[in-house]
């Protein structure tokens, strides 16, 4: 057995009132992946910032190679080897990549003048040993998400890490960028570093990681191999439930359309798409990258202007153009990218939740707070988010309960049809069920909803109908009850089905 290379004992750290972590444990063998898992507040972030050294633990102990460690700052982590790839990257972007590199040991001149050339050269070799192809020329900001990624863990690499943590490696990243990713890790494994990885994306723990830890609500609650268990195991012993019971789509009337799209284009390649979605009704639009999914909700809503064919809401002509036009058809949108399309991330939740009702609760232009506060107090209430969130800014909520904020935002007003494009895209397991059991209730109240997602059990496990799009067209309808995951991906591709996964548009 590979020898143990970091060890956490009885480690606690609490907030206040708040007790972040409850003597936790945790290991680390040398060329292992290890994951870590569990929902949001489960505990990952706090040991994460422990191992960082931004935050000291309360009570317990770290043994690097069997010896007692403190990790008082992060200049202390550094020097015992160990990195953090933080989900928001800890890169400067106006610096070239070769300066992000070098920051605080940049190569001087015998006369003291920093040397330029070898700085770039010192950034190709830092580069080549991770197998990255980038111009250390170029500014750090000109690059994709992805390759700042790989240039903050070739900087790791560079000053000798024994152990890297990887917090969500893959949530802004490509395919193409994920896999080379996936490269990287291998042959950081294979070179003896341990890696821990923080990820709710089930299916990469699966292909990436040897061993599975799993936290809860601050405490540890087990360390499986892999390959001793299943997905299903994990969801329970992350949520307490299990997997079947992730999905709820109970049976319930379905009525008249309300709903209805015609022949809509947006004249480059998207359309012309026709379906309907009656009340009570969940469709999914599926499908590969580009597609067409988004592009098509967002002509729906008005976000982007149509260039051809009609949208109907209850048998009434909207000609969408702008968002205002949606909202006034009854249409609610909740984009894919909350904190850029959606929310006011340094206001309140109560401030991001009423802003689309403000009109409804004024009186001669003035605004009857009360009564918008206990509306919005009616619909935390609803989404089950606590009530002591009501003043917190935004950005500092989970992703799911960010997500809440936005659904919560469009039920203020009497919306009838609800269009959630990736509705659970990087929250938790524990989340992504509250939210589905929302979409639930939402349906059997009669709401028509449309949903772009890329997880095809999510796709599968809350809708009644499936519309599959390729090159942005429909090309199959299928019935929820009976499609399987091949079943989607054989029309996504037009090819017989195979292992290649989902991706967002």
């Known amino acids: 057995m590979t020898a143990c290379l970091l060890r956490l004992e009885g480690v606690t750290k609490q907030f206040g009132a708040t007790l972040a972590l409850d003597d936790v444990q945790f290991d680390l063998r040398s060329g292992e992946v290890h994951a870590l898992m569990g929902e949001n507040g489960a505990g990952k972030s706090t040991l994460m910032k422990i191992l960082a050294g931004n935050i000291r633990r309360d009570a317990g102990r770290i043994l690097l190679d069997g010896e007692e460690i403190e990790i008082r700052s992060p200049g202390d982590a550094v020097a015992h080897g160990i990195a953090i790839i933080h989900q928001e990257l800890n890169t400067v972007p106006t610096m070239t990549v070769a300066e992000n590199l070098a920051l605080g040991r940049e190569p001087r001149t015998r ?251 004024a009186v001669g232009g003035v605004l009857k707070r009360r009564e918008i506060r206990a509306a919005v107090k009616d619909q935390l209430h609803t989404l089950r988010l606590r009530l002591d969130a009501l003043h917190l800014p935004v950005r500092a909520l989970s992703g799911g309960n960010q997500q809440k904020a936005t659904l919560a935002r469009w039920l203020m007003r009497d919306c009838q049809v609800l269009i959630l494009d990736e509705p659970t895209r990087g929250v938790d397991i524990g989340a992504k069920s509250e939210i589905y059991d929302i979409v639930n209730k939402l349906a059997a109240a009669g709401k028509a909803i449309l949903v772009v997602s890329s997880d095809l059990p999510e796709a599968i496990g809350i809708s009644d109908r499936i519309l599959v799009m390729r090159a942005g067209r429909i090309v199959r309808e299928l019935d929820s009850r009976h499609a399987t995951d091949e079943d989607v991906m054989f029309h996504a591709t037009g090819t017989a089905a195979h292992n290649q996964e989902m991706n967002h548009d």
């Open 111 to 361: 006369y003291g003048v920093l040397d330029r050339r070898a700085m770039v050269a010192s950034a190709r070799a830092k580069l080549a040993r991770i197998g990255a192809e980038i111009d250390p020329r170029r500014e750090l900001g000109e690059l994709s998400v992805g390759m700042q990624q790989l240039v903050e863990i070739a900087r790791a690499v560079s000053e000798n890490a024994r152990i890297l943590v990887l917090d969500e490696p893959t949530a802004a990243l490509s395919r193409a960028e994920s896999l080379h990713l996936y490269d990287v890790i291998a042959e950081m494994r294979a070179r003896g570093v341990g890696l821990v990885y923080i990820s709710h994306r089930m299916e990469e723990v699966w292909q990436l990681a040897d061993r599975i830890t799993v936290f809860r609500d601050g405490a540890f609650v087990g360390t499986r191999d892999k390959d001793v268990i299943g997905p299903s195991d994990v969801v329970r012993m992350m949520v307490g439930r299990s997997l079947d019971a992730l999905y709820r789509h109970d049976e319930h009337v379905i009525g008249d359309a309300v709903l209805e799209v015609s022949e809509l284009t947006d004249g480059a390649g998207v359309g012309p798409v026709s379906f309907r979605v009656r009340a009570g009704e969940v469709v999914c639009l599926a499908g590969l990258i580009g597609a067409g999914r988004t592009e098509v909700a967002r002509m729906i809503f008005g976000a982007d202007k149509p260039r051809g064919g009609s949208v109907r809401v209850n048998r009434t002509v909207m000609r969408p153009s702008s968002p205002r036009d949606g909202v006034a058809a009854g249409i609610a949108m909740v984009p894919e990218s909350r904190k850029e399309q959606a929310l006011f991330l340094d206001h309140t939740v109560e401030e991001n939740v009423s802003i689309s009702a403000l009109g409804d609760h």
